[in-house]
């Protein structure tokens, strides 16, 4: 058996620390089951953890991470559908009380929706999810340059995931009667920022 470096170290300084002064509450977690109020949309970038970003302990988050971020709308056909199924789980089963799309800098998913090389097999027909939102941007700014186009897109898909996530019955309803509300946010690598997304669609740095 052989197990990389970086995990074995990690898991046995998990152990000696974190797990010995958290004990109680795993074996909680264990027997209670998990109950956490928000379910976060994340990249699966490494930049970015959620967990970490937010301070957030075991059972606090419900987190999902893919490629750029995105909520699929809904649909009914024979494919695989796993940023879908979390998202049932989440509203459906453990009932939370709000999701946060979690978008960020740099992100290599949106920069191959906005490339013009193939992006991969599975890759290009996922990021094809927010074409519509890219060639309005791009039409919409002539003459911006590659950065400004980049974050434009980030934040905008943002929005278009929002608007996804509304298309699930299930979720419009529960947003509807007042038990789920939507957030949208935007993390800043290099500076660390965290921007909020205002329900006219503007995003606020958060202090």
């Given at each position: 058996?052989?197990i990389?470096?970086?995990?074995l170290?990690?898991?046995r ?14 074996r ?12 976060m949309?994340a990249?699966?970038d ?8 937010f301070n957030?302990g075991?059972?606090?988050l419900?987190?999902?991470?893919n ?9 009914e ?7 879908s ?6 509203v459906?089963?453990?009932g939370?009380?709000?999701i946060?799309?979690?978008?960020h800098?740099q992100?290599?998913g949106?920069?191959?929706s ?17 074409s519509?939102?890219?060639?309005a941007?791009?039409r ?5 340059d ?12 943002i929005g278009?995931?929002?608007q996804n996530?509304?298309s ?8 509807d009667?007042?038990?789920?509300r939507?957030h ?5 690598i290099a ?6 997304r205002?329900?006219d669609g503007k995003?606020?740095k958060i202090?």
């Open positions: 058996m052989t990389p470096d970086l995990l170290d990690g898991y300084q998990f152990r000696e620390e974190h797990l010995a002064e958290q004990a109680a509450l795993y909680n977690l264990s027997k209670m089951g998990q109950s956490p109020s928000v379910m949309i990249c699966a490494s930049r970015v953890d959620p967990a970490t970003i957030a075991p059972g606090q419900f987190v999902v991470r490629v750029a971020n995105l909520a699929p709308p809904f649909e056909n024979g494919g695989y559908h796993g940023t199924a979390a998202i049932e789980f989440a459906e089963n453990l939370v009380q709000d946060v799309i979690m978008g800098g992100c290599g949106i920069a191959a906005l490339s013009s090389r193939p992006a991969g097999k599975f890759i290009a027909p996922w990021v094809d999810m927010i519509g939102t890219r060639d941007i791009v919409d700014n002539p003459g911006a590659s950065a400004t186009l980049q974050q434009t897109l980030e934040l905008a898909a278009h995931s929002l996530l509304l699930f019955p299930f979720i419009k309803a529960a947003v009667t007042g038990r789920l939507l949208g946010s935007w993390f800043a500076s660390g920022e965290l921007r909020w205002s329900p995003f606020q202090v």
